[in-house]
């Protein structure tokens, strides 16, 4: 199996594009942090597809976070996907879910999308609320509002695996109702059991052979949070010295652990002096 792997293809007569995704090492490094109950990994490893297919689609170049805010068992659930395939995730959630539904794992809640550009920090948010019994419908709805693009997803996961397929339809003149009616209902045919074992030839061929199917190189998809030192330094900065200074005396240290990866960075009163004290003068020939 080609694991961590994301596939773009096209079939060629319906004029559709679509990506087909599949997760081993990645999925068990992201479960690998944090012990989640069944009803959280199953949604934690569709939203994980999930996001890797849309970064792909947006083509956007920087980092897409996919986030979800509600009141039910879940309050909160965040995929980070970066151009480069790197990607990190996490949920919380304070009970047990009655059912598997959207609205049973996140109660009323929101939906946002937001691009991150990698050059000019500059931020694009898509908010809207959370519909649909499952995250690919909702994700199909957010297509059709935002994007006026007729898009299908097939998501699922388990201990081992999570994967997806997306379809969308091109916006071509020469693209009809009936081609895009068409690869929908094919893709309703597949199992779970094909998308977490088959190769994407073969996935691809069994659903699509008659569509004259184009399947392109591969892209790398790895976990990789991007927590480091300089990043928890600015962040007690931003907080201020004389609160910095009210957590040392309490605790003795302060210890901030990273919420996606478990990194663990502590600080004792001589880290916290050196983060604030003052800067050097500027010169005009010191560089």
Not at 14 to 34: F, P
Not at 178 to 194: G, K
Not at 220 to 237: A, Q, S
């Amino acid at each position: 199996m080609s694991a961590d792997t994301l596939r773009r293809f096209m079939l060629e007569r319906a004029h559709v594009r679509g990506e087909w995704i599949h997760l081993d090492q990645t999925w068990q490094e992201m479960l690998g942090r944090t012990t989640y109950p069944q009803f959280v990994k199953n949604v934690l490893g569709e939203a994980l597809t999930a996001a890797v297919l849309l970064t792909e689609t947006i083509k956007h170049n920087g980092s897409l976070t996919l986030q979800i805010r509600g009141d039910g068992p879940i309050h909160l659930l965040v995929i980070q996907v970066t151009a480069q395939g790197a990607v990190r995730g996490l949920a919380r959630w304070s009970r047990e879910a009655d059912a598997a539904t959207l609205p049973a794992l996140f109660g009323e809640a929101q939906m946002a999308i937001t691009l991150e550009s990698q050059r000019n920090n500059e931020r694009y948010q898509s908010l809207i609320p959370l519909e649909g019994a499952s995250l690919s419908q909702a994700l199909e709805a957010y297509f059709a509002r935002s994007e006026q693009l007729p898009t299908r997803l097939w998501l699922m996961s388990d201990a081992g695996t999570a994967a997806g397929i997306l379809l969308q339809r091109l916006p071509q003149e020469q693209t009809t109702t009936e081609d895009w009616e068409r690869a929908s209902i094919l893709l309703d045919t597949l199992t779970n059991a094909e998308l977490a074992h088959l190769e994407p030839e073969e996935v691809l061929f069994r659903l699509f052979h008659e569509e004259d199917v184009r399947l392109f190189d591969g892209k790398d998809i790895h976990f990789h949070c991007g927590c480091n030192r300089e990043k928890v330094d600015n962040m007690l900065r931003s907080l201020g010295q004389a609160e910095a200074e009210a957590v040392l005396e309490e605790q003795g240290k302060i210890e901030i652990i990273c919420e996606f990866c478990n990194a663990s960075y502590t600080l004792d009163a001589v880290d916290v002096g050196q983060l604030f004290r003052p800067s050097m003068p500027g010169s005009d020939t010191l560089h």
